[in-house]
């Protein structure tokens, strides 16, 4: 895809210096790196006790992490029902096939999940904080799954990134500020494994998604389709969105963006995002920002 290109120093004649073959293999290695340590790593949400659990709006729910080759039978089998929830009727005749993609998407081992869950047995506030986040991981199995976020580190134009490929909440959790709490997580959790974005795809239909994402600072991406050439977009029904957290990030995914298209959309409700433009989407009903 057509990416614009950093600006590089220029020799003595003028001509730009292009990086040895050296410095090409060090970057290269280096970010190879950092997605093999972000992927090993066994649970992102624990370098962020702040986050272990959301009460808000009458809503107390807590956060535990997983890996998509763990997943256990039962909440394999609720992911695939939220999701033919959420996405059937978006998708309406190609849903059988997108969904046969999702399937095979959920359980590789590089999935990362961040799953919601509610206590069934009414869990206060104080319950929860005194049994700290592993305990709690123990004691509150048998809960209420709500939702969750399926998000995998990879390489982006040679940049490593978060994608997210799945933001799924049931509506009984829905407009209660979940969806941004999350998306929050979601970039700390970029930040600390020193990713140089985190990214996603919209349907070019869910206008209330696009304006959510804006208001939360994403842009369209460089590599969007529209962006690489007007002609191609026009036969896509997706956006790249992005949010670039370095210089060589920013570079490769921002240069492009129009300065008005942060301004748009304040105030108002997410139906569904989508989050990869191979077939991975995800769904957040009604999340005011």
């Known amino acids: 895809m057509a990416t614009a290109e950093k600006k590089r120093p220029r020799g003595s004649g003028g001509e730009e210096k292009r990086p040895s073959r050296k410095e090409i293999l060090g970057r290269k290695n280096a970010v190879g790196e950092l997605i093999k340590k972000a992927v090993a790593m066994k649970d992102h ?52 096939s997108e969904e046969k993609v999702k399937r095979r998407q959920m359980v590789a081992p590089e999935a990362r999940y961040i799953f919601v869950r509610q206590s069934s047995n009414a869990f206060s506030t104080k319950n929860i904080m005194k049994q700290g986040h592993n305990s709690t991981h123990e004691a509150c199995n048998e809960d209420r799954l709500i939702g969750f976020v399926h998000y995998r580190f990879v390489l982006e134009e040679d ?19 979940l969806g941004k709490f999350l998306m929050e997580l979601i970039e700390l ?30 842009v369209i991406s460089s590599t969007s389709p529209s962006r690489v050439d007007p002609l191609i977009g ?56």
């Not at 997983?66 to 992911?79: E, V």
């Not at 600390?192 to 939360?216: C, D, E, P, R």
């Open 159 to 177: 940049v490593p990134v978060v994608y997210v490929y799945e933001l799924q909440v049931e509506p009984s959790a829905q407009g209660k500020g």
């Open 45 to 96: 949400l624990a370098q962020f006790p702040g986050f272990h659990k959301f009460e808000r709006n009458g809503l107390l729910v807590y956060l535990e992490s997983g890996h998509g080759n763990q997943l256990p039978l039962l909440t394999r089998k609720y992911i695939q029902n939220l999701l033919k929830v959420n996405m059937e009727e978006p998708y309406g005749i190609e849903w059988p």
């Open 234 to 289: 026009l036969e896509k029904n997706y956006k790249i969105l992005c949010k670039t957290f370095e210089s060589e990030a920013k570079s490769k995914f921002e240069l492009k963006m129009d300065p008005g298209l942060r301004a748009i959309g304040f105030g108002v409700e997410v139906l569904h995002i989508s989050a990869r433009s191979n077939g991975a989407d995800g769904v957040l009903g009604d999340e005011t920002a």
């Open 189 to 218: 959790i970029a930040c600390k494994s020193q990713m140089g974005a985190v990214m996603l795809t919209v349907q070019k239909a869910n206008n209330l998604a696009m304006a959510f994402y804006m208001k939360l600072r994403y």
